[in-house]
């Protein structure tokens, strides 16, 4: 149901629609039966000429029933979606397969910073691609992010790979992601986090291996005259 408003792009998009679509269905049931036992209740104890009015304890058995068996009915669904929650929530934050790339998330107001591992497939050395709001990546390349806040609290959030992730000033936050759909797909800042907050998009574009390799090998060398230019000023 979500993935035909969102596109599910990454490997773990699938588990997080499954999870939602459990809580809107056991939801959405208890929602309809409740609104149709309510009207039901009020046509079938309307006001009517010549019957009095009754006073309900709710003491009786007969009555107390109407309470406690739905009651323990959705503690049963509460535990099912309780149980499904737990095995996302394990999968996606707690277990960290192992990555084949690494990419930076620096967040500020407002805007985000990605560095990229250059052609030598290294972090940190000198031809590190760095880009504002445009996040490339390859498509079924499970990569591993670091992601931090310069100032304050920002949410990274890919809505087709169903990731949402606070950056916190002082922490920086470990997390994966794996995209398995092609294509250029909005990055947003779900965290409000000052007036220029709506302004704080971005870009991730998804790519094959193919493009991938020649975008990287075109950065990398500009990266590399970029940090051969002497400063102004420099001799």
């Known amino acids: 149901m979500i993935e035909s408003l969102v596109p599910a792009g990454s490997s773990y998009a699938g588990e997080i629609d499954l999870l939602v679509n459990m809580i ?3 939801v959405g049931f208890w929602f309809v039966l409740c609104e149709v036992v309510f009207f039901w209740l009020i046509f079938r104890f309307r006001k009517k000429e010549g019957v009095p009015g009754q006073y309900i304890s709710g003491e009786e058995k007969s ?49 985000w910073t990605f560095v990229h591992e250059g052609a030598d497939g290294e972090m940190g050395t000198a031809d590190d691609i760095t880009t504002i709001n445009e996040l490339t990546v390859q498509v079924d390349t499970l990569y591993h992010y670091k992601l931090e806040s310069l100032d304050v609290i920002h949410d990274f959030s890919v809505p087709v790979w169903r990731l949402k992730q606070d ?8 997390g994966w992601f794996e995209p398995t759909l092609t294509g250029s797909f909005d990055i947003q800042c ?18 094959n291996a193919a ?14 005259a970029s940090a051969a230019t002497p400063h102004a000023g420099g001799e």
């Not at 950056?167 to 470990?174: H, K, N, Q, V």
């Not at 493009?211 to 590399?224: G, H, I, K, P």
Request: proline residues 4%; glycine residues 6%; charged residues 15%.
């Open 24 to 26: 809107l269905w056991i």
């Open 63 to 111: 009555q107390k029933r109407w309470i406690t068996i739905p009651h323990v009915l959705v503690l049963v669904c509460d535990i099912f979606i309780l149980v499904g929650a737990i095995w996302v929530w394990y999968d996606i934050k707690q277990d960290l397969p192992p990555a084949q790339a690494e990419v930076r998330i620096i967040s500020q107001q407002w805007a």
């Open 167 to 174: 950056a916190i000033p002082g922490r920086l936050i470990t």
């Open 190 to 207: 779900a965290e409000l986090c000052g007036v220029g907050h709506a302004l704080m998009g971005g870009t991730v574009h998804v790519k």
């Open 211 to 224: 493009d991938y390799a020649s975008w990287v090998a075109e950065n990398s060398t500009m990266s590399l």
